[in-house]
């Protein structure tokens, strides 16, 4: 998965995560994949049991100087905020390490609902099928 997304042509420039043991693993991986250091890992404990609102959100709240942000949290609130940007349902369950690519028209204090488009997506079973 690592390789996956550092192979992403828009790499993430801040990853925001759960302090859950966990995330916080799962967020050191994506970190190193995008070539970022400690101070771009940003933990949010609303995260631990963030619903689809809290998450976008917490886009919302990105700085505009940052172009791409990596979300690490938890189901069902990533499951649920996956297709609710995306306006319908694009997955059933995303796995642990699991990767959605989502793209905004605009800035991130206009990111709504319905207002992604798919870029990519990826999850560690896919991978072992797809390359």
Known sequence: MGAWLAGQ??????????PARRAKDTAAY????????????TERT???HA???DLLQAAQSLPEHITAA??????????HCVNLLAGEPL????PTF????????GTWRSA????????????????KTHG
């Open 46 to 48: 609303a995260f631990y």
């Open 9 to 18: 042509d828009a790499p993430a420039q801040r990853v925001l995560t759960s």
């Open 51 to 53: 619903d689809a609102s």
């Open 112 to 127: 709504t609902f319905e207002g992604a488009r798919l870029v990519g997506w990826m999850t560690p079973e896919r991978l």
């Open 70 to 79: 990596a979300i690490v949290g938890h189901n069902p609130g990533m499951t």
């Open 98 to 105: 699991g990767a959605v690519r989502c793209e905004f028209a």
């Open 91 to 94: 997955v059933a369950n995303l």
């Open 30 to 41: 994506v970190r190193d994949a995008f070539g970022l250091g400690e101070q771009d890992v």
